[in-house]
């Protein structure tokens, strides 16, 4: 749907991608999980392009949940090495892309190498302007909001001091904003977790398309879908034009 790169469509600023399906792909087609894994990387660099195409200023990839350890050690070793690898080699072609990169989660149970380059990642492609890229790596939304209210207690602020701006200003990478959709493949019907303060008013898009599938005319359903949405961020619908 090429007109949406040109039209004046309402289309989020704050795209999140629940990358949902990738095993499940790979089990239908008789390979091993880590396969779906790849081919799931692989579609989040083109979307991920689409998107920033469109308009959209920033996606953030729901990629490794602090849940996710849970898993087999050779799935997990698995995703640990090819989030190393994007850190470390696949950042250059983000760069070439005018792209910035950052990461959000917890830094417990990381490797000192893939913290390094998750550093450098960013150091890299911190004044690219082209989109900004949130890989949410090791993630929890309770985590971070609790990780939010950890540093406004240790800074010695009053309690009855605590407002929603205040701890919006100690979030992961704070200059993010909230979310305006979120897209889940798959066919499961929940954000499992995924940035709930950014969530808060954040439009829903699910889909039965496993994630290595959504591509770009998926991509456009879901934007063409959120720009007929009226957001009323609980005011009344009445009082609207």
Known sequence: MASLESSSKNLPVH???I???NRRWAKERGLAPFKGHKAG????K???QVAFRRGVKYVSAYVFSVENWGRSKEEVDYLMKLLLWVAKSEVNEYNKQNIKVVFIGEQQRLSAEIKKQMRLAEQKTADNDGGTLVI???YSGKYEIASALKNIVGS???TEDITPELIEENLYQPDVPALDLIIRTSGEQRISNFMLWRAAYSELYFTDTY???FNEAELDKALTDYSTRQRRFGKDSTKAK
């Open 136 to 138: 949410c790596l090791n």
């Open 19 to 21: 990358l949902d399906g």
């Open 15 to 17: 795209l999140g991608l």
């Open 41 to 44: 990387y692989t579609n989040l």
């Open 46 to 48: 083109e979307v991920v």
């Open 211 to 213: 994630w290595p599938d």
């Open 156 to 158: 010695g602020v009053e």
